[in-house]
């Protein structure tokens, strides 16, 4: 079973949440595959400088690598979640494997959020997640790691999709960091200015 942005057919399915609730003029913003230095930093201070919070889904190994970030994070006020220890390919990972990376970045993330990386979950692995965590997917995803996209595509892909209760993903690593630098305060203030508010997961 494949779970990834293409996979509007199975919104439906209950334990995985793509989209918050429409009833308001929200939007949940989101980062993957942190912390990084340089790049992580730079985020939460343009975060900090339109006033708004997210979610941050972190790979443990960073985490374990720069834990004075990860505490930036919290200490800065957002959200943290659990993105894998390694950034594991659920489809190349056996289940128990991949349940027991999660479970090792658990020890330092400590979230009720799981965002798989690439979006991939075996039913297996989905089945046994979901017991444990709220999984989270996306509404919108950016696709500023995406190198052959320009900055302005980046946003246009923000700006053509967001809507009430989308969870927009972004990526504060060093491969999106570049789009990432372009896009990310365009989008915030294309955001501010249709009326929406921020808010954490």
Known sequence: ???????????????????????????????????????TPWVLD?????????????VGENVARYPEL??????????TGNHS?????????????YLANVEKADKLIGSSLFRPPHGELTYAQFRALRKKYELVQWDVISRD?????????????VRKGVRKGSILVFHDSLKAEKNLRAALPRSIEF?????YVFDVL
């Open 85 to 97: 220890y390694n950034h594991l390919r659920a489809f190349r990972t056996n289940p128990d494997d």
């Open 70 to 79: 990860f505490e930036q994070i919290k200490t800065r006020g957002h959200q």
């Open 1 to 39: 079973m494949l779970f990834t942005q293409l996979s509007r057919c199975l919104h439906w399915i209950p334990g995985i949440t793509w989209r918050k609730s429409a009833s308001k003029k929200t939007i949940y913003l989101s980062f993957d595959d942190g912390p990084i230095p340089g790049v």
């Open 191 to 195: 955001c501010l200015a249709q009326g």
């Open 145 to 157: 790691y995406n190198a052959k996209l320009s900055p302005d595509e980046v946003f246009d892909i």
């Open 46 to 58: 343009t975060l900090d400088r339109y006033g708004i919070k997210a979610t941050f889904f972190c």
